[in-house]
């Protein structure tokens, strides 16, 4: 539509042009009215007119459409070998629609690879990173007890402990990578059935209590209404994973004989979950990246984890079209509630 009005402003501005200039001339008595109208005359002005159209054509097809497409093709090629900071030019109101949709959504989408990008690298980093300490441990520790074959008996069971612990942490770490990598992979929620949520909950809770209690001697309160089932459609093998990583959390987080709370209520459009513990608690700003991969609020590392436990949790709560949050202070505990919609079956 703008190529073709500019095509016809042309054709006005080349008319107008031609008819001033023959105007010009007979007022200066260059040319006589007379001689304007002798056929050679007018077929010498439409020859003139011809080529002034086709010359203005030309500029403007070369400035609105090839000159665009050209910086477009670069782009396109800058874009495809990984510079992804490349932006399009779309200003200009010369510029056809189609372009200027066109150059948007490819700004857009560059944006978004260059966000992809930065993310992929940072998990580059941070994994190689969490790979590399325990594998340094196993490594260091081993080959002590290879070198010394003199050390005592209770030095030799130390570090097999070390050794034993930062191997289960590496599995946990493969597992969690895993688990993660294949619900980012997910865009539409699968598998899902009808299955009894409160039941599921409480063998949650068995699961955690069965590793902590000898740990830390952590109780889980659980408040869930006896006489319902709380019946949900949802993924029951992933929201598993939600309620034994909220727990887990909040277990490992409370103190020597510390409490949890996990409580199940239905809503108007739900179901709600919520896992309160009297731990530590966070600051805003660890708040505000709790859900990061890799993101660890406790940066001394005195608590086990690899930071990937509650990006899983995002993820896999995202997919079933609810929200996940929490409400915390310094020293005042955590509070991590779900908010599950009703599905369809």
């Not at 560059?110 to 580059?124: H, V």
């Not at 619900?183 to 699968?190: R, Y």
């Amino acid at each position: 539509m703008l190529l073709t009005l500019n095509l016809f402003f042309i054709l006005l501005t080349v008319l107008g042009f031609t008819a001033a200039a023959a105007w010009v001339a007979m007022q200066f008595h260059w040319i006589q009215l007379d001689e304007l109208l002798r056929p050679d005359a007018v077929m010498i002005v439409i020859y003139v007119a011809a080529i002034l159209i086709g010359i203005s054509m030309v500029v403007m097809i070369r400035k609105v459409i090839l000159n665009p497409v050209r910086g477009m093709v670069r782009a396109m090629q800058q874009l495809a070998g990984g510079d992804f900071s490349v932006r399009m030019a779309c200003s200009g109101w010369m510029r056809p629609l189609e372009l200027r949709e066109f150059t948007t959504a490819f700004n857009k989408a560059a944006e978004e690879l260059g966000g992809t990008e930065i993310l992929r690298k940072d998990f580059i980093n941070n994994f190689s990173h969490e790979f590399k300490t325990p594998i340094t441990s196993i490594g260091g520790f081993a080959d002590l007890l290879l070198e010394d074959e003199e050390m005592p008996r209770e030095e030799q069971r130390e570090y097999l402990n070390i050794i034993t612990s930062e191997s289960k942490r590496l599995a946990a770490l493969a597992n969690s990578v895993l688990a993660l990598s294949r619900v980012e992979a997910q865009t539409i929620l699968t598998d899902t059935t009808p299955f009894p949520l409160a039941e599921q909950l409480r063998q949650s809770t068995l699961l955690v209590e069965k590793k902590w209690r000898p740990k830390k001697e952590v109780t889980i309160e659980v408040l869930i209404p006896e006489s319902d089932e709380c019946i949900y459609i949802g993924n029951e093998g992933l929201l598993k994973e939600v309620w034994v990583n909220l727990l887990d959390n909040a277990a490992k987080f409370s103190s020597e004989g510390g409490i949890v709370t996990l409580s199940l209520r239905k809503t108007s459009d739900g179901m709600t979950v919520a896992v309160t513990d009297r731990g530590p608690g966070m600051d805003q700003v660890t708040q505000g990246h709790i859900f990061d991969r890799f993101y660890q609020g406790d940066t001394s590392h005195k608590t086990e984890g690899n930071g990937l436990g509650l990006a899983l949790v995002h993820r896999i709560v995202t997919l079933h079209g609810g929200t996940v949050t929490v409400q915390s202070a310094p020293g005042q505990g955590s509070c991590f509630q779900v908010n599950l919609p009703s599905q369809k079956s």
